[in-house]
């Protein structure tokens, strides 16, 4: 028989003005999870601002030192991300290996991705992070041994690597350019066609894969565990008129995202920039569902797609206590258009999903009748794409046609309307 695979085991470690507050330190228990490594220990050192040497001040650090040995721990991992001198003093001080937030989740990334384009998004993001943190390692190496004649070779490789890796981020970057074009000739295409895009958003593990799943019958990856999904999908789904609209999954949003992350994927969150709709899908379940629907409107801010008309869904209704469903005093965002309540899991509400998104979108629409003749097939396929048909009627001499179709189409069929 096989012996099962020994985990990685780390002590995980926060800096706090509070010494109440330890969520952020659950939620880095969750990320060591799915990196595959499990937690020991956690400590929250009570500090108004991290310390610039080492973190979490050299006391602390004696005092993790001694957790290690008697945890026999693998690591630490702290949840800021740390300064190269932080991460050398702090390795000197405890004796092993000693990890930030950013490492972690660029890990985590790292192993999830496996479209070309998210291998690339995410070298990249490690590559700027390694470039960033080259300076504490050439101190490393220009130390050794001290004295003249060593200095040259520790600057020598520091400055090979910083040529090396930053040739590799010009070479990545030309590739996610090209990628870029890619995605806006798509999404021009997509605007021809006329047909409304719905961009899935939300705090990770909050359901939507399981939710994409539920409205489209796509077979998309859906694991009770943070990124368990990291290459965005795009879907078609027909609401209840048989209207068709896209509905594009994104990147799942956590507290303190690497800034390289943000830029890295910065094409394929643009996607959230030129939807029409966004559906923010909240664990309801979820203790700091709040503090997590914050974070996710914090980072549409970064994204300049903040004025976005949102329907919040609330998904996983069906983890509620009994008490809770009949009370009824459920979170409600004020930052949306719509809030619902569903369950993805087992399709409870979903309809109403499907009727929201067409509520928004005939808010920007205008009823309209038009007349078109039987050679202009093509634009009669184009407004069904784009519009709701309410009636259709192959009459003699036209083809009449009743509709709900977006105010920018208007001048597209100008020549066709006969009422409006």
Aim: glycine share 6%; proline share 2%.
């Amino acid at each position: 028989m096989f012996e099962e695979e020994i985990k990685e085991s780390y002590i995980l470690v926060a800096v706090s003005d509070s010494t109440e507050d330890n969520r952020s330190l659950d939620e880095l228990e969750a990320l060591l999870e799915t990196a595959g490594a499990c937690c020991v220990c956690k400590v929250s050192q009570h500090l108004n601002n991290p310390d610039p040497a080492t973190y979490v001040g050299s006391g602390k650090a004696c005092e993790i030192k001694d957790l290690v040995h008697m945890l026999n721990a693998t690591g630490v991992v702290c949840d800021d991300e740390l300064s190269p001198a932080q991460i050398r003093n702090l390795t000197d001080i405890i004796g092993v290996k000693v990890i930030d937030r950013t490492i972690l989740i660029l890990d985590i990334f790292a192993a999830h991705a496996s479209t070309n384009e998210g291998k690339i998004q995410v070298e990249m993001a490690q590559q700027k992070y390694r470039l960033s943190h080259l300076h504490g390692i050439g101190k490393e190496l220009s130390r050794q041994g001290g004295g003249i004649g060593t200095r040259g070779p520790g600057e020598t490789r520091l400055e090979s690597d910083r040529r090396r890796i930053q040739k590799r981020i010009s070479m990545l970057s030309s590739s996610i350019d090209q990628m870029k074009k890619v995605r806006e000739t798509n999404r021009k295409k997509r605007k021809d066609e006329g047909i409304p895009v719905v961009a899935v958003i939300g705090y990770t593990n909050a359901g939507k894969s399981t939710l994409l799943n539920r409205l489209t019958g796509a077979n998309v990856l859906a694991q009770d565990m943070l990124f368990a999904t990291l290459d965005p999908t795009t879907r078609i789904c027909r609401l209840l008129s048989g209207q068709k609209v896209l509905l594009t999954d994104t990147v799942g949003f956590i507290n303190k995202l690497p800034h390289n992350l943000i830029d890295a994927f910065r094409s394929t969150l643009e996607e959230v920039k030129y939807a029409d709709i966004l559906m923010h899908v909240v664990d309801m379940s979820d203790p700091e569902i709040d503090l997590h629907m914050n974070i996710v409107y914090e980072t549409l801010k970064k994204l300049e797609a903040e004025n976005k008309p949102v329907i919040t869904v609330m998904n996983k209704s069906d983890r509620l206590d009994d008490t809770k469903k009949k009370t009824g005093l459920f979170t409600k965002d004020k930052n949306a258009v719509k809030t619902l309540y569903v369950s993805a899991i087992n399709g409870d509400g979903t309809d109403d999903i499907l009727d929201a998104i067409e509520g928004v979108l005939k808010s920007g629409q205008i009823h309209v009748k038009l007349s078109f003749a039987y050679s202009q097939g093509g634009d009669i396929e184009a407004l069904r794409r784009s519009s709701q048909i309410i009636h259709e009627e192959y009459r003699e001499g036209d083809i009449f046609i009743e509709a709900y179709i977006p105010n920018a189409y208007l001048g597209k069929y100008a020549k066709n309307i006969i009422d409006s």
